[in-house]
């Protein structure tokens, strides 16, 4: 089978190409003629000591590689697939206290710990809350339109919701909740010019959360309350988190449950605004397929990364230990032998086995019905207060290496 014809030098993680676009031409040609292939880079461009990453592309392959942590180690060089060439490897170790970039059986006990908070009992117990908290954000971005019905949807709508759903899951004061957008802004934002964000000010901005999430951790094993915090570190002796594991988790979710729905909101207002027939079907059925189809389209992270822990063949390809690879799930989406007609989006489509998720195993997504839950509320409130929305222009991208995210998308309500 002939080789794909990428270009000399084509990286799936440069942050300049997924500023344009997500390479999906470039993704289906590798899916077809090799599906496990080599990406050099030059030494320390993404913050590591080697010569580049093996992409993965097929959606199989991506669920292997996801659910075997024995052969696939997040731990060794984190799960995030490239950072600024200026990071060192002590600032790489100090991400390992994430959840997010352990492996079992470390990983199985804060997971364990943490989950308590995302039952489905703690979930429904959001959904009035959240509800309410969707019409009014809605009902705000509509009085706060300019004189023509413009607004950005980004600022307006999508970033509250989520934002709005930690604070509420975790006790945070719905006051604070602009410190923890900004501080997670400027952590996964560092590879955009228009922040200004360096790797330090980004390390400055997760040591606020840390912060901020330690002193609320210490506030409620001084006096528990009947909240998440509470549950997860008001008695350590009894197999709770730590008050830095705390603060570490609390990363996770700025990032994990705040940038990635926040961009899965967006794609999706995108996308239906680009659809115009699905966004009728929607505004007349509101089918419970929705929001799986929104993430599966928006994938708001492209890719993470695993190191490989021993020699071992994927898809006929020998990887070596500690080689680098990249599982990149915005080609696992749009894989035609799992997917029919990927490219399409169809808020009825149903299986939807998609991985926006991530690809099972340990590190599947735990917030995933709070996601859904979000994604749900949020349309409903925007069909039933702004039901002919439309777009004004192209989304402005952010530049990042990982992340499919969005910056700015101008809707106008006139």
């Not at 949807?153 to 934002?163: H, K, M, S, Y």
Request: glycine share 6%.
């Amino acid at each position: 089978m002939p080789c794909p014809a990428l270009p000399d030098g084509f990286d799936f993680t440069d942050p300049d190409l997924l500023q344009e676009r997500v390479p999906l031409p470039e993704f289906a040609e590798l899916r077809q003629a090799e599906p496990v292939r080599w990406i050099a880079q030059p030494p320390r461009i993404s913050g590591f000591d080697d010569a580049g990453y093996w992409a993965v592309t097929r959606h199989a392959d991506v669920k292997y590689v996801s659910t075997h942590p024995e052969l696939f180690s997040s731990n060794l060089n984190t799960a995030i697939i490239r950072f600024n060439e200026t990071i060192s490897r002590d600032q790489i170790e100090v991400q390992k206290m994430i959840m997010l970039n352990m492996d079992p059986p470390e990983h199985t006990r804060v997971r364990q710990i943490v989950q308590r908070g995302f039952t489905p009992r703690a979930i429904r117990s959001l959904e009035d809350a959240l509800r309410d908290r969707a019409g009014s954000i809605v009902e705000t971005a509509l009085a706060n339109a300019a004189a023509d019905g413009s607004f950005d949807f980004v600022t307006n709508v999508a970033v509250e919701l989520p934002l709005q759903a930690i604070a509420e899951l975790i006790g945070v004061p719905q006051d604070d909740r602009t410190k923890i957008f900004d501080w997670s802004n400027k952590m996964a934002a560092y590879d955009d010019p228009e922040y200004a964000i360096t790797e330090e000010v980004g390390a400055e901005a997760a040591m606020e959360i840390v912060s901020y999430a330690m002193n609320l951790a210490a506030a409620r094993k001084e006096c528990p309350a009947k909240d998440i915090v509470s549950q997860l570190v008001a008695a350590e002796d009894e197999g709770n988190l730590s008050s830095d594991e705390f603060g570490f988790f609390v990363i996770l979710l700025a990032v994990a449950g705040n940038e990635t729905t926040r961009n899965a909101i967006t794609h999706g207002m995108h996308a239906f605004l680009t659809h115009p027939e699905q966004w009728e079907l929607f505004k007349r059925e509101r089918p419970q397929t929705t929001a799986e189809e929104i993430v599966r389209w928006a994938t708001p992270v492209v890719s993470f990364q695993r190191t490989a822990t021993q020699d071992t063949e994927l898809g006929d390809v020998t990887i070596k230990k500690g080689d680098r690879v990249g599982i990149f799930y915005s080609s696992a989406n749009n894989d035609p032998e799992v997917f029919d007609e990927p490219h399409k989006f169809d808020i009825t489509r149903d299986p939807n086995p998609h991985l926006g998720f991530g690809g099972g195993g340990p590190h599947f997504c735990l917030g995933k019905s709070l996601a859904v839950l979000e994604i749900n509320l949020i349309f409903n409130a925007i069909a039933d207060a702004l039901p002919d929305l439309r777009l004004v222009s192209d989304p402005r991208r952010l530049r990042s290496a990982w992340l499919n995210g969005v910056k700015e998308l101008q809707v106008s309500t006139g």
